[in-house]
């Protein structure tokens, strides 16, 4: 099973690199996210928040990431990429995804290239958000950077800077660490950053014509916010939004109030705020047909499409049988939500039963929490902590966190340890259980 639907990630040619790009929602007008230093576009989603973020912007907006030449599952190179390659790259990904304009959402030092090719193809560009950004880096030693940077690259010591907030949290510091080795090595750190220390766009941004949003967090550490108004005063019209918060990734702080003033600077409006949104407490339900893969290939694909639609009849039967609402078929399993945990557990049992029954064995997870309704799909921290309770899930097993078992005493069903887990994406240890009747 896919990972709660995660874009695809697909290969645009600048010349003759390839650049991996991913693309997700449908909303009438594209963002192209122009990334800072560090970049790894499959990894970044196992940030807390980033998915989410992007997920935020998709409602009203088609969301395109990317890792530039050089950095994550883009093509390695041999120098570290201009600016003016980096213009190329982005074209290249707009003429692969059919993007006449875009708004440009550059972050750190993404944002100089982004206010490049605003003012180099104001015709492809119809507004420009850059965040955390600067005009220059000459406020800092950058030899003494390089010397620091490339000697504790890819142990995450970095976090102190990029989100000081999180740096204290050792799973996070890991984390960071794995995401800076999986974006690039020392070398190219090393000309990455040399390169960057040269950056200096303070004669191009009086071209910059688009709308532009200037954002920045107070007490970012790794750029000031004096850059950041640097920048804003550098452009012309450009609106300056601070937020308060000491971290320089744009997933971290204030962003609710950051994602709202994106979109109304967008949209014109804040209709998609999440504070509009409908949100319920509901138990959450995952289902993964076990060896999907290898059935559908063993099978073949006439005999297993009548299997997946016998499966996915049982579904439907038994899910509306325990008053469940079916919010959609995963391809090899099912999303559903329930307004009672006890019911929840109970249908997930039954469909494992009848599933089996049929030749097509079943993993489960559930998790009861706070969803946002939106429209006929659904959000939120309990839908992610669903599908990964359902990954730790065994061929035939019901899997459940703790709140569910506590919400479920006295109905009757029974409970088995499976222990304490860290789900991916998710902070703290959670306490899982197998369900029986």
Known sequence: MSDFNLPE???????????????????PVDIIMVPGFISHIEFRHELPGYTAYLRRLSNFARVVT????????????????????RMDDVRAIMDAIGSRRATLFGHSEGCAMSALFAATYPERV????????????????MAEVLEQRIKFWGTGAMLKRVAPSLAADPA?????????????????VKAFTILNSQIDVSSILPAVRV????????????????????????????????????????IIGDVEAALGDIEEF???????????LERVLATVLFTDIVDSTRSAATMGDQAWRRLLDNHDQLAIQTIEKHRGTLVKSTGDGILATFDGPGRAVRCALALGTASKQIGLP????????????????????????????????????????RVVTDLVAGAGLKFAERGSHKLKGLPGRWDLFAASA
């Open 266 to 276: 967008i949209t014109g409006h804040r209709e998609s705020s999440s504070s509009d």
């Open 362 to 401: 079943l993993r489960a997870g559930l998790h009861t929490g706070e969803i946002e309704i939106r429209g006929r799909d659904i959000g939120g921290i309990a839908v992610h902590a669903a599908a990964r309770v359902m990954a730790q899930s065994q061929p035939s097993e019901v899997l459940v966190s």
């Open 9 to 27: 990630t697909r290969y645009a040619l600048s010349g003759d690199v390839n650049l991996a790009y991913q693309v997700m929602g449908d909303g």
């Open 126 to 141: 119809s507004r420009l958000i850059l965040f955390g950004g600067f005009v220059n880096r000459r406020d800092v030693n």
């Open 66 to 85: 990317f890792d530039k030449r050089g950095q994550g599952l883009s093509d390695r190179v041999s120098d570290a990429p201009s600016l003016e390659q």
């Open 172 to 188: 996070a510091v890991a984390q960071f660490a794995k995401f800076e080795r999986l974006s690039a090595s020392p070398g190219a």
């Open 211 to 250: 709308p532009t949003l200037v954002l920045h967090n107070q007490g970012d550490v790794m750029v000031p916010v004096e850059r950041g108004r640097e920048l804003a005063a550098c452009i012309p019209d450009a609106k300056l939004i601070e937020y308060p918060g000491g971290d320089h990734l744009f």
